[in-house]
């Protein structure tokens, strides 16, 4: 096409080479009159005297396609794929390490398999604990977290075991998002209620699925109640054994000779 200086296709903004029309595209990506540039691209514009075409025209109606596609792509789709990766790296810097998401879970599962490394998906409560100790807060305790705290978490969660003195999986990472989110959590007179609700709201929203796992996430009350023996009932003793050493009469007979104590016993 012709050059014409009253018009957006001139000597500085055109396609005749490689790198012309490269700076000529990135002008219209910015938005800089773009449209002027598409209609000067028309069908019927006179030809260049090289182009050994006296009696024809050029130009084309395809210039409309090609830039508004050209222009929805960069401004649009790029645009906005940009903000997105900004948008993306901000939240992921400034979220709250303290709300439950995925990574928690993977993290959970990553230090399960150490101590469950035949995957049967269930440990001895004592390794439990030492594996919550060893998970970062929210979901597990910490190193730092204190004894007693620690003690105190595992009497809320209660999970049931089985005859071998194990945990579940599903129990125990259910019983620690319950938790951590406070999902109906209560006093202790309160929680056998509260249980029946959660378990009523499970089977309300995921009704397929509550009938294989609910029993597991939620345990039913007989499994928790006298006669079954559960982590909350055995750190509950053990939180007491620790007051109770936290006493003067605690610390009077910790102070006494084996015999003494072994005959008073």
Request: proline share 5%; with cysteine; net charge neutral.
């Amino acid at each position: 096409m012709k050059f014409d200086p009253d018009t957006a296709l001139n000597r500085h903004n055109n396609f005749q080479t490689f790198f012309g029309a490269l700076l000529l595209l990135f002008r219209c990506a910015t938005g800089e009159s773009w449209p002027n540039i598409m209609l000067a691209c028309l069908k019927g514009r006179p030809c260049d005297p090289r182009a050994n075409k006296p009696n024809e025209t050029c130009g084309s109606t395809l210039a409309y396609a090609y830039f508004v596609s050209f222009i929805f792509f960069c401004s649009f789709l790029m645009l906005n794929l940009f903000v997105a990766v900004i948008m993306d790296n901000f939240d992921y810097l400034t979220r709250d390490s303290s709300i439950l998401g995925a990574h928690h879970l993977d993290e959970f599962v990553r230090i399960w398999a150490e101590y469950d490394p035949n995957a049967t998906g269930k440990i001895h409560y004592t390794e439990m604990y030492d594996m919550l100790k060893n998970m970062d807060p929210p979901l597990g305790f910490g190193n730092k977290c204190p004894n007693r705290l620690a003690y105190k978490k595992l009497i809320r969660m209660n999970m049931p075991l089985d005859a071998e003195g194990k945990v579940a999986f599903t129990t125990t990472l259910f019983a620690l998002i319950r938790e951590n989110l406070n999902i109906k959590m209560r006093t202790a007179e309160e929680m056998d209620q509260a249980d029946m609700e959660l378990r009523h709201t499970i089977s309300h929203i995921w009704p397929l699925q509550a009938k294989k796992m609910l029993d597991l996430l939620v345990p039913l009350n007989e499994e928790l109640n006298a006669g079954k023996l559960t982590v909350g009932k055995i750190y509950a003793g053990l939180l007491i054994l620790e007051s109770w050493r936290n006493t003067k009469f605690g610390q009077v007979e910790s102070d006494l000779p084996f015999s003494v104590v072994r005959v008073n016993s």
